[in-house]
């Protein structure tokens, strides 16, 4: 008989046919069939569970053939975690790390693929799901310890300040759910936290009351990140608040009226008087200059010189008896602010005659 190599080479449809009964053979054996439970930072080599003895659950022929059926594991792609023995019994390979395995799934789990034989014969694939269970061994981390904030004296109620959120790099919801409390805020400041489309929360500091420099010019308040976990885990981010200053304080004068008696030789070089005046602000708010005020008259003025800076008053040129022998003059303290403010002091100097004259007759 002629042989005929035609008959050799397969139709399309036999192709078809055998592709079809293949796609059919891996979707019915390649599948979930178990799942188990491991929980991470376990040592290595940490029992996972029995994949004989979940079988023979689903599969009463299991038993049948019990001694004539092995398992292999399939090797896939990355770092194998776990390896299963011919028995079918599933150990960890290393210490599992949740943070490392997943990155941000609500589940962490890896798939053991596992074939199953019955002598030598393959029989089906399994599809071991491991769910890696999260411990709470991340505590809440603020980027920074410690930060300093800047409010104004002249900042109104409500006024905000961002600060930084803390980050758990724990996978299991209730580990590295945040909470956030305030420490140390009195009256004056309130934290609100309001939650993002990512799951991370934005804090703020909410001013509640008016401050004031001069009472009090810096608060110290603590930011407490405390997690979900059992027993929970806490971080602290210490907050500064810095006041700064506002020119809500005008210069006061030592005395609002200076009275003061001078020879009429008095030397240029010895002041008359020294002005003192203060400023509750501090600095260019509390910067404190002299000046005459525009109430002194100018022919007094050209006899005395005031320092602006020193607030001393010196004679300019000597006293001309006769003419005058008392010297009423207006100062003003002005700070350096901005606007600036001022007040205003008197000086009364009387001068001493101590010329002795014999009468005049007329």
């Known amino acids: 008989q002629q042989f005929n190599t035609n008959n050799l080479i397969p139709s399309k449809a036999e192709m078809l046919l055998y592709l079809c009964v293949l796609l059919t053979f891996f979707h019915c054996s390649l599948s979930e069939d178990i799942t188990f439970h491991v929980k991470e930072e376990n040592s290595p080599y940490t029992y996972v569970g ?79 799901k491991v769910i890696i269970e999260d411990i709470n061994d991340h505590q809440p981390e603020f980027p920074e310890k410690e930060i300093t904030l800047h409010f104004r ?48 929360s934005t804090l703020e500091i909410i001013l509640e009351n008016k401050l004031d420099r001069e009472k009090k010019s810096s608060y110290a308040i603590k930011v407490i990140a405390k997690d979900g976990g059992t027993p929970p885990k806490q971080s602290i981010l210490n907050v500064k ?75 300019e040129k000597p006293i001309n008896f006769g003419k005058k022998e008392s010297f009423k003059l207006y100062v003003k303290a002005k700070d350096n602010g901005i606007p600036p403010l001022s007040s205003i002091a008197i000086i009364q100097i009387n001068v001493i005659n101590q010329h002795n004259n014999a ?4």
């Open 241 to 315: 608040i810095s006041v700064e200053d506002e020119n809500d304080n005008k210069p006061e004068f030592s005395q609002s009226i200076y009275n003061v008696s001078i020879e009429h030789k008095h030397k240029k070089n010895i002041p008359v008087v020294t002005l003192s005046a203060s400023d509750l602000d501090i600095g260019r708010n509390g910067k404190i200059s002299f000046y005459f005020s525009q109430k002194t008259d100018d022919k007094i003025k050209e006899y005395f010189h005031l320092d602006e800076s020193t607030g001393k008053l010196f004679l």
């Open 50 to 128: 029995d994949i004989a003895t979940d079988l023979q659950k689903s599969d009463s022929s299991f038993l049948k053939n019990k001694d004539l059926i092995t398992f292999s594991q399939l090797q896939q792609k990355g770092e194998q975690l776990f390896n299963v023995t011919k028995t079918g019994k599933l150990y960890t390979v290393q210490t599992l790390d949740a943070e490392s395995v997943c990155s941000y799934e609500k589940e962490c789990f890896e798939i053991v693929k596992v074939a199953v034989h019955k002598s030598k014969t393959f029989m089906k694939i399994l599809k071991i």
């Open 153 to 200: 004296e002249g900042d109104g109620k409500g006024m905000k300040k961002t600060i930084p959120n803390a980050i758990d790099k724990d996978k299991g919801y209730q580990n590295s759910l945040i909470n956030y409390e305030l420490n140390g805020g009195g009256n004056y400041f309130s934290l609100s936290v309001s939650k993002e489309a990512d799951g991370l």
């Open 359 to 362: 009468p005049n007759i007329d």
